[in-house]
């Protein structure tokens, strides 16, 4: 038992400084392009809870932001999710699990698109314009897998096509993570490294993150260092109703702070004003029902809501399958 516990606990720190190594060979780079990597697309729980999910990342969910986080799975799982960002971007997602034995085969695909934007020249005349301002694409494959029951190992690599007003760019990054979970599940720690690749083009970070885990309520906390960005933090509460008190799902209540810049005032009677939340960027919310027995299959949706001050309001929503 010894034995195991100093194999878990070295693989783990050789996981960490992987990402802590990786990130700081970039660490005084300048300003990353595909920025929209940050939004967190595929991951509305990440979003509800403050962006503290790194710990926390399970299922499809975790192929967006902790691959590691898949390899406890043991069914097949499917997710669709779409994001409906400011000034008519929309953010969509396609997201499979397969178990290979131990090891969890994921992919991803993922598309981002505005199609209405006003363009003018220097005069400030309109000028016509024809087809979509941006259409940014990702696909994805991840690996991971537990050992010891304890110590869950995940990679990600990614391709990513970003066409910005006809102006394209195609890049590579990778994702690199892993969780280890202690008591029972009752702790657990997570660290990643994201994004990684060329620091010039895509938005490299290492992330860091602990959860405590009971029947009815999952706190967590998470710190994120973007290469292009100030050290940012977050956390979040979710509030189980397990699913033998209700007979129907287990259903989650989430809350989430995170330390972003604060954007201004919501106009008045948009949603944010109405719920009190036009002076504030950092507050998210959202929701979660799971069902174990549904037709036969297991049926789970996660809704998240992010109120960004003068900019609006984003909403995520996502819908999996386990079979």
Same mark, same amino acid.
């Given at each position: 038992?010894?034995?195991?516990?100093?194999?878990?606990?070295?693989?783990?720190?050789?996981?960490?400084?992987?990402?802590? &190594?990786?990130?700081?060979?970039?660490?005084?780079?300048?300003?990353?392009?595909?920025?929209?990597?940050?939004?967190?697309?595929?991951? %509305?729980?990440?979003?509800?809870?403050?962006?503290?999910?790194?710990?926390?990342?399970?299922?499809?969910?975790?192929?967006?932001?902790?691959?590691?986080?898949?390899? &406890?799975?043991? &069914?097949?799982?499917?997710?669709?999710?779409?994001?409906?960002?400011?000034?008519?971007?929309?953010?969509?997602?396609?997201?499979?699990?397969?178990?290979?034995?131990? =090891?969890?085969?994921?992919? =991803?695909?993922?598309?981002?698109?505005?199609?209405?934007?006003? #363009?003018?020249?220097?005069?400030?005349? %309109? $000028?016509?314009?024809?087809?979509?301002?941006?259409?940014?694409?990702?696909?994805?494959?991840?690996?991971?897998?537990?050992?010891?029951?304890?110590?869950?190992?995940?990679?990600?690599?990614?391709?990513?096509?970003?066409?910005?007003?006809?102006?394209?760019?195609?890049?590579?990054?990778?994702?690199?993570?892993?969780?280890?979970?202690? #008591?029972?599940?009752?702790?657990?720690?997570?660290?990643?490294?994201?994004?990684?690749?060329? =620091?010039?083009?895509?938005?490299?970070?290492?992330?860091?993150?602990?959860?405590?885990? =009971?029947?009815?309520?999952?706190?967590?906390?998470?710190?994120?260092?973007?290469?292009?960005?100030?050290?940012?933090?977050?956390?979040?509460?979710?509030?189980?109703?397990?699913?033998?008190?209700?007979?129907?799902? $287990?259903?989650?209540?989430?809350?989430?702070?995170?330390?972003?810049?604060?954007?201004? #005032?919501?106009?008045?009677? &948009?949603?944010?004003?109405?719920?009190?939340?036009?002076?504030?960027?950092?507050?998210?919310?959202?929701?979660?029902?799971?069902?174990?027995?549904?037709?036969?299959?297991?049926?789970?949706?996660?809704?998240?809501?992010? %109120?960004?001050?003068?900019?609006?309001?984003?909403?995520?929503?996502?819908?999996?399958?386990?079979?």
């Amino acid at each position: 038992m010894k034995n195991n516990i100093a194999k878990i606990t070295l693989m783990f720190l050789i996981a960490m400084s992987f990402g802590l &190594t990786a990130k700081a060979s970039s660490e005084y780079a300048g300003t990353s392009a595909s920025a929209f990597l940050k939004l967190g697309t595929g991951a %509305p729980t990440a979003q509800a809870m403050g962006n503290a999910y790194t710990a926390l990342s399970e299922g499809t969910q975790a192929l967006f932001w902790n691959p590691a986080g898949a390899a &406890t799975n043991t &069914t097949r799982e499917v997710q669709i999710s779409h994001m409906q960002w400011f000034e008519g971007v929309g953010d969509s997602s396609l997201a499979y699990i397969q178990p290979m034995g131990r =090891t969890m085969l994921g992919v =991803t695909l993922r598309y981002l698109r505005l199609n209405d934007l006003e #363009f003018r020249d220097d005069m400030g005349i %309109p $000028q016509d314009w024809a087809g979509a301002v941006m259409q940014d694409f990702v696909a994805s494959v991840s690996l991971s897998r537990s050992f010891f029951n304890a110590l869950d190992l995940g990679a990600t690599a990614k391709y990513i096509n970003e066409n910005n007003v006809n102006v394209r760019h195609i890049n590579a990054a990778f994702d690199v993570g892993a969780k280890l979970r202690l #008591f029972s599940n009752k702790l657990v720690l997570g660290v990643m490294g994201q994004n990684l690749g060329d =620091t010039d083009e895509v938005p490299s970070a290492v992330r860091g993150g602990a959860a405590i885990n =009971t029947k009815y309520f999952t706190l967590a906390g998470e710190v994120v260092d973007y290469v292009d960005d100030k050290v940012r933090y977050g956390v979040g509460l979710a509030i189980h109703i397990p699913e033998e008190l209700v007979q129907v799902a $287990q259903f989650d209540i989430r809350i989430g702070y995170y330390n972003r810049d604060n954007t201004g #005032f919501a106009e008045d009677g &948009t949603i944010a004003d109405k719920m009190g939340l036009d002076t504030t960027s950092k507050v998210s919310l959202g929701f979660g029902f799971y069902s174990s027995e549904v037709f036969g299959y297991g049926l789970g949706l996660d809704y998240a809501m992010m %109120p960004f001050g003068a900019l609006g309001t984003a909403h995520q929503l996502a819908v999996r399958l386990q079979f």
